[in-house]
């Protein structure tokens, strides 16, 4: 069962405010969804990828794939600004975050913030709260990643030409970085 959480923010966008929300991912937005993370992974991470790992990470970011991962137990959220998707996050097992992409046009704006906040918060609504929150970063995010207080605690990885870097912080110092 899915209950409906709606968060709203304001952040600025040049010279006035912007409203967006973070909610669950509905039923259907699969391709809409699938279509911010293409567009941020190919101008952001793909350059630094063989094409292996661009490869590699489509297979896992496609809309039939995504959709199975709502059905095994993952849950998505995605921030919507004036009908636009924004940005998304996926969590795996309510522990790590599998992928968190935000749409070019809102970097910068709190947008990756609020998705980890609004994850948190449904995580320690529907269960136990882990000790700690783990991701995979891209190169690219890891300043994001460190900002919220994550550390790399192994070397980079390259998995089938998927270059990450291991990283974890405990969820009380994650909840804390975010208020």
Do not use: W
């Amino acid at each position: 069962m899915f209950m409906l959480f709606v968060y709203i923010s304001f952040f600025p966008r040049d010279d006035m405010t912007n409203l967006f929300t973070v909610r669950h991912t509905r039923v259907g937005e699969e391709v809409s969804v699938c279509n911010l993370v293409a567009r941020s992974f190919n101008e952001y991470i793909a350059p630094g990828f063989s094409e292996e790992g661009i490869e590699e990470f489509f297979k896992y970011s496609n809309p039939r794939a995504f959709k199975r991962r709502l059905e095994s137990g993952y849950f998505t959220m995605v921030a919507e600004s004036g009908g636009k998707l924004a940005g998304m996050i996926e969590m795996r097992g309510n522990k790590h975050i599998s992928m968190l992409y935000v749409d070019k046009a809102y970097h910068r704006k709190g947008v990756a913030k609020d998705l980890v906040r609004q994850a948190l918060q449904e995580i320690s609504s529907n269960s136990a709260t882990p000790k700690d929150i783990t991701v995979n970063s891209s190169r690219y995010a890891v300043p994001f990643y460190e900002r919220l207080g994550f550390i790399q605690y192994e070397d980079e990885k390259s998995i089938y030409g998927v270059i990450h870097i291991p990283m974890m912080v405990t969820y009380s110092k994650l909840r804390g970085s975010l208020l």
